[in-house]
């Protein structure tokens, strides 16, 4: 079974502060992605990587920044929270097939 | 513009009977799509998907229509379970794509012993 995991399940952080979000997945996946979820706002693509090192804007990447050192890992990075980014995070990964297995996910909340 | 649309926010089903949830997509270039499930404070889980060449999958209880020409898909839910009660997410891709998933904002399906 594809195993995706994130850091922390809850967050609360102050707004200003540098937040990380950490993803590993143990499928040796090429792919790896990055989302939000809002209420009425469905799933939201902040950023993905193909490949190590490798990075590409999603459709709401501001705010943001990644890391993808190793290929097992992707972190997220919100260089400094606004509330506006209270939010569940979600990772996925995936191969050369379309299917993108998802983490837990992460509830932030930033006061 | 959203691409891939789940007009309907919700849905309320007796227990037993069919579930029908829908997805209309404007992109032609789409050639494979996905329905996801979610559970409240839970990661989506992958479901059942389809391939633009087919009209129809199948596995257990849950079957995808996908209707080209009307740029429509469907998911069948029968019998419908209370278990089943989660969000259902629409999802499409097209070949040439990075393997990104254009989803849709969802149906909460509720249903009702």
């Known amino acids: 079974d594809v195993k995706v995991t994130q850091s922390s399940r809850y967050l609360v952080k102050r707004t200003g502060e540098k937040v990380f979000l950490e993803c590993v997945q143990d499928?040796?996946?090429?792919?790896m992605f990055w989302y939000r979820q809002d209420p009425g706002l469905g799933l939201r693509l902040i950023y993905f990587s193909y490949d190590v090192k490798m990075k590409e804007k999603g459709d709401i990447p501001e705010g943001y920044s990644v890391s993808r050192e190793k290929k097992e890992r992707f972190s997220l990075i919100l260089e400094s929270a606004s509330t506006n980014q209270t939010s569940m995070y979600l990772c996925a990964s995936s191969s050369w097939l379309y299917e993108q297995y998802f983490g837990p996910g992460t509830r932030l909340t930033v006061t | 513009d959203q691409q891939v649309k789940q007009n309907s926010p919700s849905l309320s089903v007796q227990e037993g009977r069919i579930s029908i949830l829908n997805c209309d997509y404007t992109?032609?270039?789409?050639?494979?799509f996905l329905w996801y499930k979610k559970y409240p404070a839970e990661g989506p889980t992958f479901l059942i998907s389809?391939?633009?060449?087919?009209d129809k999958n199948e596995d257990g209880r849950f079957t995808v229509f996908l209707n080209k020409s009307a740029k429509h898909l469907s998911l069948h839910i029968v019998p419908s379970q209370p278990g089943d009660s989660a969000v259902y997410f629409c999802a499409a891709v097209y070949g040439g794509s990075q393997g990104n998933l254009i989803f849709g904002k969802g149906t909460k399906l509720s249903v009702k012993p």
């Open positions: 992109n032609s270039m789409f050639d494979y």
């Open positions: 499928m040796d996946h090429e792919n």
């Open positions: 389809i391939s633009s060449i087919k």
